[in-house]
């Protein structure tokens, strides 16, 4: 299936691409597309975001569209920064500024209560109007300083339950490393929208029983 992969986030097209590439499908990016839309992400909830932005670029350009609305959800800030995650710090975008943020948020927070969670929400929306949401989740905490470079966002801080093992297994993250000091392989297996879109390919052969010229 050829997708539009509807984001402006440079290390999202990443590993959506990646992701949905390994299972077959054909990723067209924004710019490859030529299509400059910023639509207002207005939604309470991830579910709600995604499909925004799906249906938006969709209408723009006439393919197959997937969406992902994602954020970190932090215990002891009651889930912020949630839907507001990319904006936390009041700049959209702002990786560095946000992570100083939620770091001065939780300078009194110990170690045992910095449990955290990554969701990713994301949808298809068909050219005919029809969607799939799925959600995944990743577990973790949020650590006390910035490691690792293999990541955006608030990779550098967060430190996964779980890291990935060839096969899709997985194991303790007994090293504590950051989401930004795994290996693609060892993220893909674990991540929060690796684990939205393995949802999404699973539940493609019932939800496109009737549209199969739109998966060549």
Known sequence: MIVCAATNNAGKLRELRRILTRCGHTVKSLRELGVTLDPEETG??????????????????????????????????DGAPGVFSARYAGEHGNDDANNRKLLAALADVPE?????????????MLPGGRSLTVTGECPGAVGTAL?????FGYDPLFIPDQVGLPGGATRP??????????????????SHRGRALEQLEAALPDF?????????
């Open 44 to 77: 309470a909830t991830f579910a709600e975001n995604a499909a925004l932005k799906a249906a938006a670029f969709c209408r723009a350009t006439g393919l197959p569209t997937v969406a992902d609305d994602s954020g970190l959800c932090v215990d002891a800030l």
């Open 112 to 124: 045992g209560a910095r449990g955290a969670k990554f969701v990713s929400a994301v949808c298809l």
């Open 147 to 151: 490691r690792g470079e293999n990541g």
């Open 173 to 190: 993250n007994t090293e504590r490393r950051s989401y930004a000091e795994l290996a693609d392989a060892e993220k893909d297996a674990i």
């Open 208 to 216: 496109l029983p009737e549209e199969s010229s739109i998966t060549k």
